[in-house]
């Protein structure tokens, strides 16, 4: 996953209004960034996915990932209705950065097209 999560840090981090500018978070004490705890399975949509449309992308985050969220109750995510959501924020950016990589490790062959 460090082969995703290196390139994703470096283009969302950096601007993250939970960062400090230079790519270091400050999001509170126990608080997990939900693109880091959620990358694997964020890998998996976008390979997965073939879709012509950014909302299957949408579809297929909110089915797989917000319902194992703990801020998700009943199908609402306060987090996500205040704009508090970095995996809503940011995940126009986290689908290009882990196409990105996809295409890059397969042109390179280390990975086949079929897998992550």
Not at 17 to 27: A, E, P, Q, V
Not at 45 to 66: G, N, W
């Amino acid at each position: 996953m460090e082969l995703f999560w290196e390139p994703l840090r470096q283009r969302v981090c950096a601007k993250c209004i939970d960062g400090d500018g230079k790519g270091n978070c400050r999001l509170p004490q126990g608080e997990a960034c939900a693109l880091e705890a959620f990358l694997p399975e964020l890998v998996t949509i976008v390979s997965t996915v073939k879709a012509d449309s950014y909302q299957k992308y949408v579809e297929a985050l909110r089915a797989s990932i917000c319902t194992q969220c703990d801020h998700q109750v009943d199908g609402k995510c306060n987090k996500r209705e205040t704009l508090e959501c970095a995996l809503d924020r940011y995940f126009p950016v986290v689908l290009d950065v882990i196409e990105t990589v996809k295409d890059e490790l397969q042109k390179d062959g280390t990975i086949e097209t079929t897998k992550v």
